[in-house]
């Protein structure tokens, strides 16, 4: 080998580099590319560009999240008769996006936009719609701070007003029949049509304001802006094309309406079900007046959460649980069982030790889960310290084949907990461009996490959780990092590197968790 490309090849299983020189994938050998990570998978890692966020709509400014399954309006309506409406989901409003301004995007038109984007739970699409889903009719009114208006685009649509200290400027109309989005001012001075993008793939539709007018010019000087974010059901017969409800559904209305005042409304951005039901059964029939909605707050940050000293509480916890760990296993380093100081000695750091105490476990008992996954986290390390990147390489494969046997293996909650949290923690630190195992460390970090949760361990299912979103990051599956964040999100028990992991990222994080 010549030295230049050992060197080369060393540095990139050393820190664990995320680009190859293409001639390096000549060098690993049989075993790496048997195991399912070979010369595709590395060139696909080569040639695989990351995209500028601008190429994609610009930076996230700030995301939220709808609870999933409340496409229900305040609790009570219920889908029309027939196909049209059926599909699960088709109104069920889950992710809203606001994106920095764009102001020079040369392969754009208009070239300076702002872009949104709503992300429903199902593109159901029964009516076979243009833009992939056919029952949802999506209105985004947006409070940029100008004079605006209480009321609707199209009086009497929604049959909803909006909160008075902050009424609307700017609206946007998209729905999955028209190839662009209606974009419409408070005062009733422009209606027109601007660019709309449908990614049936992501249930996601994006759509890019023009900054030439007023109402969004406003944005430039880094104010918050105000969203009202809605689904209500596409109608083209009706008025502004909202689906009307009713007492009884039929094939035309929804049903399950108590009033007359009740919201044409499926779904509204709003932090729970609970703030939804509330704010759509807020009419008052005897003054005749609608259902007042509440914005939320696209602001750069994280309102409410001081990042710095959520940073700092996690690194203090983080030494006194590791004191703690470190505590427990100095007791138990000298026990009789193998298994239990095995693991004592793996947690001390002392992986020769803990190679023979699990050695003579395997010794008797060739398939025990527990012994494997350690011998295969010991053995993988040992490719970390190894000279020679082709040695290196044979040691995190020969530790990867011992780590799947233990997951193979495994019958109990310990040993299956055991097994994929050893495997989820070497696939999330080795190399993602040479072993690809990111996707499958996600897994696992998820399934453990399953198991904490059900014997009520929240903290470390949190943990694990986090740990998935991170690893299926790595991946570059945004949909199954989207779902474990989500899903640690909803714990009530986080420690604070997890509560931190998912404030940087915008994750909507309860007070006092």
Same mark, same amino acid.
């Given at each position: 080998?010549?030295?230049?490309?050992?060197?080369?090849?060393?540095?990139?299983?050393?820190?664990?580099?995320?680009?190859?020189?293409?001639?390096?994938?000549?060098?690993?050998?049989?075993?790496?590319?048997?195991?399912?990570?070979?010369?595709?998978?590395?060139?696909?890692?080569?040639?695989?560009?990351?995209?500028?966020?601008?190429?994609?709509?610009?930076?996230?400014?700030?995301?939220?999240?709808?609870?999933?399954?409340?496409?229900?309006?305040?609790?009570?309506?219920?889908?029309?008769?027939?196909?049209?409406?059926?599909?699960?989901?088709?109104?069920?409003?889950?992710?809203?996006?606001?994106?920095?301004?764009?102001?020079?995007?040369?392969?754009?038109?208009?070239?300076?936009?702002?872009?949104?984007?709503?992300?429903?739970?199902?593109?159901?699409?029964?009516?076979?719609?243009?833009?992939?889903?056919?029952?949802?009719?999506?209105?985004?009114?947006?409070?940029?701070?100008?004079?605006?208006?209480?009321?609707?685009?199209?009086?009497?649509?929604?049959?909803?007003?909006?909160?008075?200290?902050?009424?609307?400027?700017?609206?946007?109309?998209?729905?999955?029949?028209?190839?662009?989005?209606?974009?419409?001012?408070?005062?009733?001075?422009?209606?027109?049509?601007?660019?709309?993008?449908?990614?049936?793939?992501?249930?996601?539709?994006?759509?890019?304001?023009?900054?030439?007018?007023?109402?969004?010019?406003?944005?430039?000087?880094?104010?918050?802006?105000?969203?009202?974010?809605?689904?209500?059901?596409?109608?083209?017969?009706?008025?502004?094309?909202?689906?009307?409800?009713?007492?009884?559904?039929?094939?035309?209305?929804?049903?399950?309406?108590?009033?007359?005042?009740?919201?044409?409304?499926?779904?509204?951005?709003?932090?729970?079900?609970?703030?939804?039901?509330?704010?759509?059964?807020?009419?008052?029939?005897?003054?005749?007046?609608?259902?007042?909605?509440?914005?939320?707050?696209?602001?750069?940050?994280?309102?409410?959460?001081?990042?710095?000293?959520?940073?700092?509480?996690?690194?203090?916890?983080?030494?006194?649980?590791?004191?703690?760990?470190?505590?427990?296993?100095?007791?138990?380093?000298?026990?009789?069982?193998?298994?239990?100081?095995?693991?004592?000695?793996?947690?001390?750091?002392?992986?020769?030790?803990?190679?023979?105490?699990?050695?003579?476990?395997?010794?008797?008992?060739?398939?025990?889960?527990?012994?494997?996954?350690?011998?295969?986290?010991?053995?993988?390390?040992?490719?970390?310290?190894?000279?020679?990147?082709?040695?290196?390489?044979?040691?995190?494969?020969?530790?990867?084949?011992?780590?799947?046997?233990?997951?193979?293996?495994?019958?109990?909650?310990?040993?299956?907990?055991?097994?994929?949290?050893?495997?989820?923690?070497?696939?999330?630190?080795?190399?993602?461009?040479?072993?690809?195992?990111? #996707? /499958?460390? @996600?897994?696992?970090?998820?399934? *453990?996490?399953?198991?904490?949760?059900? %014997? =009520?361990?929240?903290? $470390? +299912? !949190?943990?694990?959780?986090?740990?998935?979103?991170?690893?299926?990051?790595?991946?570059?599956?945004?949909?199954?990092?989207?779902?474990?964040?989500?899903?640690? #999100? /909803?714990? @009530?028990?986080?420690?604070?590197? *997890?509560?931190?992991?998912?404030?940087? %990222? =915008?994750?909507?994080? $309860? +007070? !006092?968790?």
């Amino acid at each position: 080998m010549k030295p230049s490309l050992k060197r080369g090849f060393e540095r990139l299983i050393g820190a664990g580099l995320k680009t190859l020189v293409v001639i390096s994938v000549f060098l690993v050998p049989v075993g790496f590319v048997q195991s399912g990570s070979g010369l595709t998978r590395v060139l696909d890692s080569v040639l695989r560009l990351r995209v500028d966020p601008r190429f994609s709509g610009g930076t996230e400014l700030r995301r939220f999240y709808d609870p999933e399954g409340d496409d229900s309006g305040a609790g009570s309506l219920v889908r029309p008769k027939g196909e049209f409406y059926s599909g699960v989901g088709a109104l069920d409003l889950l992710k809203y996006v606001v994106y920095e301004p764009e102001l020079d995007a040369a392969w754009s038109s208009p070239r300076q936009f702002w872009q949104l984007a709503v992300t429903l739970s199902s593109f159901a699409d029964a009516g076979k719609a243009p833009l992939g889903f056919s029952a949802a009719s999506i209105r985004i009114y947006v409070s940029t701070g100008g004079p605006g208006s209480t009321e609707t685009a199209v009086p009497r649509a929604e049959l909803v007003g909006f909160d008075p200290a902050w009424p609307w400027d700017v609206m946007v109309e998209i729905d999955g029949w028209h190839e662009t989005a209606l974009l419409r001012t408070a005062d009733g001075r422009l209606s027109r049509r601007i660019p709309l993008i449908s990614v049936p793939e992501r249930k996601t539709v994006y759509v890019r304001l023009p900054l030439d007018i007023p109402e969004t010019k406003r944005i430039l000087d880094g104010r918050a802006t105000r969203h009202y974010v809605i689904v209500c059901g596409y109608d083209p017969l009706a008025s502004g094309l909202v689906l009307p409800v009713k007492e009884e559904a039929s094939s035309s209305a929804g049903g399950g309406a108590s009033s007359s005042l009740t919201p044409r409304v499926w779904d509204v951005l709003a932090p729970s079900a609970v703030e939804q039901a509330r704010q759509l059964s807020s009419f008052d029939e005897a003054g005749f007046r609608y259902a007042v909605l509440e914005p939320v707050v696209a602001e750069r940050g994280n309102p409410g959460i001081d990042l710095a000293a959520l940073g700092e509480k996690a690194r203090v916890e983080g030494v006194s649980d590791e004191a703690a760990r470190r505590s427990e296993a100095l007791k138990k380093a000298s026990d009789l069982d193998p298994i239990v100081s095995g693991t004592a000695l793996f947690v001390l750091g002392e992986y020769g030790r803990a190679g023979e105490r699990f050695a003579e476990v395997l010794a008797r008992e060739a398939g025990n889960p527990v012994a494997l996954a350690y011998s295969g986290s010991i053995l993988a390390m040992k490719g970390g310290k190894a000279s020679s990147p082709l040695d290196a390489v044979r040691f995190v494969n020969e530790g990867f084949a011992l780590l799947d046997r233990a997951v193979a293996a495994a019958k109990t909650d310990f040993e299956v907990e055991t097994a994929r949290m050893n495997r989820a923690s070497v696939g999330a630190a080795v190399p993602e461009a040479v072993f690809g195992k990111s #996707a /499958a460390a @996600g897994v696992d970090f998820r399934d *453990a996490a399953a198991i904490a949760e059900t %014997r =009520g361990d929240g903290r $470390a +299912a !949190g943990d694990r959780l986090v740990a998935s979103g991170e690893a299926f990051e790595r991946a570059g599956n945004e949909g199954e990092a989207e779902s474990s964040f989500l899903g640690a #999100a /909803a714990l @009530g028990d986080l420690s604070a590197a *997890a509560r931190l992991a998912l404030a940087s %990222r =915008g994750y909507p994080l $309860a +007070a !006092g968790r």
